[in-house]
């Protein structure tokens, strides 16, 4: 199963992360929050930015991952379930949570290095 541990080191390892410093894990690009301890009520699971145009897709490709709840309709976010993502989605889903908050230039010198 995923922990804390791994999604901080999978969100640090991105170019000009910065990590919450108070209250609830997140991590932000340039002061963009792009990953996140969801509230209590909510799971308090991962929560990850998305594109507006692919959260239904994500939500119906596999609905044992990831899922929402009212706090977050209308939002460009999907809740994870930790203990059903493998380690490489995980990764993913980070990774493109980041790219949905990263600037065209930073993204495609991200993207040329992967």
Do not use: C, N
Request: charged share 30%.
């Amino acid at each position: 199963m995923v922990d804390w541990e791994t999604i901080r080191e999978i969100a640090l390892s991105l170019p000009e992360v910065e990590e919450a410093t108070q209250g609830r894990p997140a991590f932000r690009l340039r002061g963009k929050l792009f990953a996140w301890m969801s509230r209590p009520r909510d799971g308090g699971t991962l929560a990850v930015r998305v594109d507006p145009d692919e959260k239904q897709l994500i939500l119906d490709s596999r609905p044992d991952v990831y899922f929402t709840t009212p706090h977050y309709d209308g939002y460009p976010a999907v809740l994870v379930r930790l203990e059903q993502i493998g380690l490489e989605e995980l990764r993913e889903r980070i990774e493109d949570a980041w790219l949905t908050r990263a600037p065209k230039r930073l993204a495609a010198e991200f993207l040329a290095g992967s």
